[in-house]
């Protein structure tokens, strides 16, 4: 019997990595922004768009790519999977936005959503938003969008939880690919078991993450800083997040968040290359100093 799966959360938050551990998972077939073009203009999906021969052939309007040879790892096995898959679908970070869309058109869809902390999908959109390069990404997306963005994909989703308890999962990114607690739950999910390919994608991202470089080369400012705790959602992401929190969720491994209260505002003061930059690096590691360069 064919199943509908879908992946969506404020942009940056992680979709693409989650789509790739899904898809490693013989069942699955889930498209990269398949149709993000055509549910834009759309707004919505029609489960006619995943029969085999309309999903492996692009047309206009549906994505922001030509064909499927732009991504061809991403594609890579589909059509030779294709019959025997449970789960078909897409990944559009955008799909919070419509929830009663997606269950309208498919009543039993099953839909993951990704939370990542605030701070990192800010300096994500800030560093896309400042690289001339990237024409994918406007200029003007920056950290209030980012704020905007991740407010309303989180408030959107208490919603959708409440009226659809058991169609919609949350999974936690730091938790998720810092521990890899709760790829079992995910797969349990999906009443799926965890086949040697999920377990071999979970080794590779592991080894991934080991090799892959913190970004040093975009940080917040002490404004944006405040910005991001004056104006965050918290009681939202703690709604969404209700299963991950310490000590009442089910993985029971995030501590909750709290703004920071500010007690004092310091100002770091000395001559050209005189360690300022050390000494402020040095501050911002205790839990209660926020500095910026």
């Not at 990192?120 to 963005?149: M, Y």
Request: proline share 4%.
């Amino acid at each position: 019997m064919k199943e509908y799966l879908f992946v969506c959360g404020c942009a940056r938050s992680g979709t693409s990595v989650l789509r790739k551990l899904l898809v490693a998972h013989p069942k699955v077939v889930i498209g990269l922004e398949r149709y993000i073009n055509l549910y834009r203009s759309k707004g919505k999906l029609t489960p006619d768009l995943f029969e085999k021969e309309r999903f492996l052939n692009l047309q206009t309007g549906d994505t922001f790519y030509q064909s499927l040879d732009h991504f061809p790892e991403a594609y890579s096995g589909f059509k030779e999977r294709y019959e025997n898959a449970t789960f078909f679908g897409d990944k559009i970070p955008l799909l919070y936005r419509g929830y009663d869309a997606i269950f309208t058109e498919f009543p039993q869809a099953r839909v993951i959503f990704i939370s990542r902390t605030l701070e990192d999908v800010a300096v994500s959109f800030k560093r896309r938003a400042n690289d001339p390069s990237d024409k994918t990404w406007g200029a003007k997306r920056g950290v209030e969008a980012a704020i905007e963005e991740w407010n309303a994909a989180h408030r959107l989703t208490v919603q959708a939880l409440e009226k659809y308890p058991r169609r919609i999962l949350v999974v936690n990114y730091e938790i998720m690919f810092g521990t890899w607690v709760g790829v079992r739950e995910m797969f349990n999910f999906l009443e799926l078991d965890l086949p040697i390919e999920v377990r071999h994608e979970v080794s590779r991202l592991k080894e991934g993450n080991l090799r892959k470089k913190t970004d040093k080369t975009t940080s917040l400012s002490v404004s944006e800083r405040l910005s991001i705790w004056q104006r965050m959602n918290l009681q939202a992401w703690r709604e969404v997040n209700r299963d991950w929190l310490v000590p009442e969720g089910r993985y029971a491994t995030l501590q909750p968040l709290s703004p920071p209260h500010i007690e004092k505002i310091v100002c770091l003061i000395g001559l050209p290359r005189s360690g300022t930059t050390v000494m402020a690096a040095v501050l911002d590691a205790h839990s209660r100093v926020f500095y910026g360069l």
